[in-house]
Every structure is written in structure tokens, then in C-alpha cells.
């Protein structure tokens, strides 16, 4: 049994999650119960970061995944980001790296340069 809190709205319900038999209690909605369960067995997060890029004003270039990605990705996902060099122009919502390492998330640029 995992105890969270609930970060899905103000509220910040003290969930127990019973990650065997899948079962959440002490959610006030249905969105605490579909995070608590996500959160213990698949947790997930939004990657935010910088890419280096050239032609542009600055060098460094801000990027996010555009949906949260496994956790057990983000380490891979920031050395592949240091890794690469994009050039200027470049839009806000670019897709900077498409389906990365296979996940069906996005990198996408957060800035215009």
C-alpha cells in the first residue's frame, strides 16, 4: 500500500493506492483515483529542458515533451537533448524531435528565435 497526496487539484487528497489489487481510496473525484493509479504503476512526467541552436540570439533554445513521458525515460531523453544542435528560425510548438525513443511523445520547442 503507497500513500500519495493528489496534486490533480487544489484539494490534495491523501490517497492510498493498493497497487496489487488496483484499488485507490480517499480520492474526493475520479481524477484522484486515475492518478493515484498512474502514479504507482506507470509514473510519468513533463521533461523541460533546452536543446543548443544556431543562427539565433541566445544559444540555448527551451524544449518540453509535448506529454508527460515514462520516468524511467528522462535520463535517456536529456542526453539525447544535449546531444543535439538546432537551427534558427524556430517556431513555438516546432516539433524538435518527433516520437522520441519510440513513445509517442514529442520534443517541442517553447520559444520563437
Known amino acids: 500500500m503507497r500513500e500519495l497526496i493528489c ?6 487528497c491523501h490517497l492510498k493506492v493498493d497497487e496489487i489489487r488496483k ?17 504507482v504503476i ?34 535517456d531523453v536529456i542526453k539525447e537533448l544535449r546531444s543535439i544542435t538546432v537551427k534558427a528560425p524556430i517556431h513555438v510548438n516546432d516539433v524538435i524531435i518527433k516520437n522520441i525513443f519510440g513513445s509517442d511523445v514529442d520534443i517541442i520547442a517553447t520559444r520563437e528565435l
Open 7 to 12: 496534486i490533480t487539484c487544489p484539494r490534495g
Open 23 to 39: 484499488v485507490v481510496t480517499g480520492n474526493f473525484c475520479k481524477r484522484g483515483e486515475i492518478y493515484g493509479l498512474n502514479e
Open 42 to 75: 506507470s509514473p510519468k512526467r513533463v521533461v523541460t529542458s533546452t536543446v543548443k541552436i544556431e543562427g539565433a540570439s541566445i544559444n540555448l533554445l527551451p524544449v518540453r515533451t509535448n506529454k508527460p513521458i515514462a520516468k524511467e525515460l528522462i535520463m
